[in-house]
T-cell receptor
Framework: DAGVTQSPTHLIKTRGQQVTLRCSPKSGHDTVSWYQQALGQGPQFIFQYYEEEERQRGNFPDRFSGHQFPNYSSELNVNALLLGDSALYLC????????????FGPGTRLTVL | GENVEQHPSTLSVQEGDSAVIKCTYSDSASNYFPWYKQELGKRPQLIIDIRSNVGEKKDQRIAVTLNKTAKHFSLHITETQPEDSAVYFCAAAAAGNKLTFGGGTRVLVKP
């Protein structure tokens, strides 16, 4: 079992560009959540997907959008990138859509210049 | 929404001593409280968790306590070792799996 995987590992973009990050959940998990972790801070919840639908959303603008595929993998899209979007983007998967253990992927380090 | 406060922000202990990190939460609906350890440049790793129907949970050198009335929970690490050095995050969640994290505690275990 590979656990939660994410791609790419690192990404450099310029302001105004768009980016897509990808996540494959742990085998047997069907719930995927995305978090943004700025340097020196705790992760902040962006949104969560279950059964291919967005179930919950944190305080992030509409520039942040996502998708979940039938195989439970997920994408995070960010449009019109700002310098402040530079962060580590973490994906977490869970096998319980109510309240369960969440396991994190290694993250994608996004740098916006 | 939920707010989680974590203290202290940094903690330096001598190898073999105990370390205690404390968190408070605001939403009485929260019923799941995990703790994550994050080493530099790595993913957060779940080290222990507790649910609201339990007051204390232990796993070897790690223990977590929960006081629902006061809305606070704590992580206790006994017999600290250099490999315990990392950033530790507490988190809280109500139904639906949305984790709200504390600001983190940087723990340094001095040999």
């Amino acid at each position: 079992d590979a656990g939660v995987t994410q791609s790419p590992t690192h990404l450099i973009k310029t302001r105004g560009q768009q980016v897509t990050l990808r996540c494959s959940p742990k085998s047997g998990h069907d719930t995927v959540s995305w978090y943004q972790q700025a340097l020196g801070q705790g992760p902040q919840f962006i949104f969560q997907y279950y059964e291919e639908e967005e179930r919950q959303r944190g305080n992030f603008p509409d520039r942040f959008s996502g998708h979940q595929f039938p195989n439970y993998s997920s994408e995070l899209n960010v449009n019109a990138l700002l310098l402040g979007d530079s962060a580590l983007y973490l994906c977490a998967s869970s096998g319980d859509p109510i309240v369960g253990e969440q396991f994190f992927g290694p993250g994608t380090r996004l740098t916006v210049l | 929404g939920e707010n989680v406060e974590q203290h202290p922000s940094t903690l330096s202990v001598q190898e073999g001593d105990s370390a205690v990190i404390k968190c408070t939460y605001s939403d009485s609906a929260s019923n799941y409280f995990p703790w994550y350890k994050q080493e530099l440049g790595k993913r957060p790793q779940l080290i222990i968790d507790i649910r609201s129907n339990v007051g204390e949970k232990k796993d070897q050198r790690i223990a977590v306590t929960l006081n629902k009335t006061a809305k606070h929970f704590s992580l206790h690490i006994t017999e600290t070792q250099p490999e315990d050095s990392a950033v530790y995050f507490c988190a809280a969640a109500a139904a639906g799996n949305k984790l709200t994290f504390g600001g983190g505690t940087r723990v340094l275990v001095k040999p």
